[in-house]
């Protein structure tokens, strides 16, 4: 029986995956795997029993990776479930910083009781009239899940787009539109578009990209969106672009202090991925995700652990190793069986950074005293008997 706690709620839909050798527990220190949205994990201590955690959306930023990865924790995440809403909010937004829609709104609410309101409309809409969004150049940094739709999308909205990303997959590149333009730096993108928008993780290279030395790079009354991480963006900077003009306007799905209220901020309450659709299938993807780990072993969509997947196991027994990427460790473990007498008729081996996570079928049963053995190798973190 597989324990399961959620920190957040989850969609039924994905919760109703669960099969009856699952337990829904309501403490986070009794569960086999945890499913979280956006509650912090950092602050928690990560009990012995704790085999994953997965994420229903893509940003990890709240939850403490190397500690997981150093208790032999798996976690996931669910990149481009939810990419579809959010490329339709970016849409929505984008359109919206190009016509002062919001503004002249907000201007006839402050009208609704003068019984001349039509007239008024009539002579005072060109104060709120904007620019269209066709023929003008946008430029997308990061062509992951979502980046790559709002590439495309835009592109079919006669935008001319640019498109920079220096990791970008094979799967994204195959999904791209022919016709974006490819930038061959962040610079190349500041200087040409009148519009970006930012679709990349906060790490410690994109941490404050947007500040007052690449301001100055941009074109005049560039208008930036930011439906990623707002650290990307140092706020006083961007303040200060706007007011003298060079940011025509910054939208933002982060709102805080520093910006709300400000000339020519848009912000959103945090709502990028917030559909039901979106939430679905995060959901799905992520209890998918959680049970074949837990069932099989398989590791997919990790940001701390190899990519891994050995298939259903036919054979007697599979053992699953979390372990350090360092030298002899397989040896090791193919020895330890040679000693019982125990054939490995199929095994795999991956490693991503200082981690690695070895998968192993074995001819007889796996047992409690040989997954100890194993436990017992120097460099080993975490061990699973899955049959």
């Known amino acids: 029986m597989f324990k399961i706690n959620c920190l957040n709620p989850v969609a039924n839909v994905g919760l ?31 009990p012995h029993s704790l085999d ?44 919206i910083a190009s016509r002062d829609i919001f503004g002249g709104v907000n201007w006839v609410n402050s009208c609704k009781e003068d019984p001349e309101v039509a007239k008024l409309v009539e002579k005072n809409k060109s104060k709120f009239a904007g620019t269209e969004i066709k023929g003008k150049k946008l430029g997308v940094i990061g062509l ?15 935008m001319e787009v640019y498109g920079f990303d220096p990791f970008i997959s ?31 993780p906060l790490t410690d290279s994109t941490k404050g990209m947007f500040n007052k030395e690449t301001f100055e790079m941009m074109r005049d009354g560039v208008k930036i969106l930011n439906f990623s991480r707002d650290s990307l963006v140092i706020d006083e900077d961007i303040v200060e672009a706007l007011k003298s003009g060079k940011v025509g306007r910054y939208v933002t799905d982060f709102p805080n202090p520093k910006v709300c209220g400000v000339e020519g901020v848009i912000t959103v309450p945090h709502l990028g991925a917030s559909t039901s659709e979106s939430e679905d299938n995060c ?51 193919t020895s330890t069986f040679a000693k019982e007498n125990i054939n490995i008729p199929d095994m ?5 950074g200082k981690y ?20 017992e190798i120097d460099g080993v973190l975490k061990v699973r008997i899955i049959k």
């Open 16 to 46: 109703n995956l669960f099969t009856k050798h699952y337990e829904m527990v309501d403490q986070f220190n009794d569960a086999n795997a945890v499913l979280v949205r956006s509650t912090s994990v950092h602050e928690l201590e990560l």
């Open 52 to 95: 994953a955690i997965a994420r229903a959306g893509a940003g990890v930023n709240n939850i403490p990776l190397e500690k997981c990865a150093e208790n032999g924790v798996v976690v996931f995440n669910t990149p481009g479930a939810n990419a579809n809403g959010v490329k339709e909010i970016v849409i929505a937004t984008l359109i």
């Open 144 to 158: 992951g899940a979502i980046g790559v739709l709002v590439a495309n999308a835009l592109n079919k909205l006669d």
């Open 170 to 200: 094979v799967d994204a590149a195959w999904k791209l539109s022919k016709f974006i333009k490819q930038a061959k730096s962040l610079e190349e993108i500041y200087r040409e578009c009148d519009f970006i928008t930012v679709h990349v």
């Open 283 to 333: 959901a799905i993807m992520a209890v998918k995700q959680l049970m074949d780990y837990l069932e099989n072993g398989n590791i997919k969509n990790s940001v701390n652990y190899p990519t891994c997947d050995m298939g259903v196991c036919n054979q007697a027994g599979r053992i699953a190793i979390n372990h350090r990427n360092i030298p002899n460790m397989l040896s090791q473990f």
């Open 348 to 352: 795999i081996n991956k490693s991503k």
């Open 356 to 375: 690695a996570y070895t998968v192993l079928d074995i001819e007889s049963p796996s047992t409690p005293e040989l997954a100890k053995k194993i436990r």
